[in-house]
């Protein structure tokens, strides 16, 4: 049986950043996010919950920075990992929870637990809406890409961050501003070879 314990907290407001947390974004840092993972997705296999992973990357934030500056494109990730915060925060997404990670410059990353997909996916959704209905950050608007996988069981992390990446590139190349879910096994479309993620 799985031993449960606190996620990780965001720091207070007015306190110094833990070295656990990205200064900017509040959120675990990249190592300290893929930690926590490792060691809940070992949990998960003994146990047999189901978790799910959501990366989600700022669409064109290499043209935020260009046209509007690095402090806006930063503007723009504080904001979403508010955002992200504030839907998880809603009472409609209190049967999971929530640990927040900066997975690379211009995106975020989500662990939710215990969640299936299509839970994940719905709330994949509510967060790209929530983004795109109104400026993040002081004034800019923007949109964002999200690729969904649930864990699978015997799946090692590496593969769960591949297929998580793979859909995520699926989401970026067919249009932008949309959720993509891993499917088991991959489809015909995740296994496409995509270009140009991340910008």
């Given at each position: 049986m799985e031993l449960d314990r606190p996620m990780p907290e965001m720091p207070p407001a007015g306190t110094a950043c833990p070295p656990s947390f990205d200064a900017l974004t509040l959120c675990l840092t990249r190592?300290?996010?893929?930690?926590?993972?490792?060691?809940?997705a070992q949990a998960a296999q003994r146990s047999g919950n189901v978790f799910s992973l959501l990366l989600i990357d700022v669409d064109h934030l290499q043209n935020i920075n260009d046209c509007h500056g690095i402090a806006?494109?930063?503007?723009?990730?504080?904001?979403?990992?508010?955002?992200?915060?504030?839907?998880?925060?809603?009472?409609?997404?209190?049967?999971?929870?929530?640990?927040?990670?900066?997975?690379?410059?211009?995106?975020?990353s989500i662990l939710a637990r215990p969640c299936a997909a299509s839970q994940a996916e719905m709330l994949a959704e509510a967060l790209r809406f929530a983004v795109a209905e109104k400026p993040v950050g002081e004034r800019l608007s923007a949109t964002v890409s999200i690729g969904v996988a649930q864990l699978r069981i015997?799946?090692?992390?590496?593969?769960?961050?591949?297929?998580?990446?793979?859909?995520?590139?699926?989401?970026?190349?067919?249009g932008r501003d949309r959720v993509e879910v891993a499917s088991t096994p991959p489809s015909r479309m995740e296994r496409a070879k995509v270009v140009g993620l991340y910008d």
């Open positions: 190592p300290a996010f893929l930690a926590e993972l490792a060691e809940r806006a494109g930063d503007d723009v990730l504080a904001g979403l990992a508010d955002r992200c915060r504030a839907v998880i925060a809603e009472p409609a997404w209190h049967r999971s929870e929530y640990t927040l990670g900066r997975y690379d410059g211009g995106a975020l015997g799946e090692s992390i590496d593969e769960l961050l591949s297929r998580t990446e793979r859909v995520l590139h699926v989401a970026k190349q067919f």
